[in-house]
């Protein structure tokens, strides 16, 4: 396992559409190891694998004290309610914005077994999902910002880890 250097923008690998994962073999086995070594390293609660240089479409949550999950080739079921949030992300170092996520999600995904499970999330974990889910298809929380306004810079010990 290693901790994997986190991109940043404006690395095109973060825009990019990543593609889905047709084999569970060992390169992706330690990419996950790697992405779930690499997660609490960086104090994130989500990572996805663009965000280490791999156009694939796998996602690791971690949030606090709870066992964390992987995702492979996520998909979003449902989404229902709006709330404003204060978003950040480790590609995009010094800076929090507005935006509007959803109250509740549900996103069915592959273990990294290739079993399929279902995810319901609300508050954090539905923000963490959508915010993850999202790098998969190269957006980013600056995509979803009312008016450049919503953008604050901050300090290091407040970065959010998604
Ligand atoms: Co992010």
Redesign the pocket.
């Known amino acids: 396992m290693a901790v994997l250097p986190v991109r940043c923008v404006p690395d095109p690998v973060l825009r990019r559409r990543a593609k889905r994962v047709t084999s569970l073999d060992g390169s992706v086995q330690k990419l996950i190891d790697d992405m779930l070594e690499t997660m609490p390293a960086v104090s994130g609660v989500g990572l ?1 694998a663009p ?1 280490v240089g791999v156009s694939l479409r796998i996602v690791v949550i971690g949030l606090p004290d709870e066992e964390p999950v992987v995702m492979v080739n996520p998909e979003m079921v449902k989404r229902s309610g709006e709330r404003t949030v204060l978003e950040g ?3 995009v170092p010094g800076y929090q914005g507005e935006i509007t996520r959803s109250v509740a999600v549900t996103v069915k995904a592959r273990d990294r077994r290739g079993k399929e499970f279902r995810v319901k999330g609300t508050e954090l974990l539905a923000q963490a999902l959508e ?1 993850e889910l999202d ?1 998969l298809n190269g957006v ?1 929380y600056l995509d979803h910002l009312e008016s450049p306004d919503k953008l604050h810079g901050i300090e290091a010990e407040e970065e959010q880890g ?1």
């Open positions: 996805a965000q992300c480790l590609s915010h790098h980013l998604l």
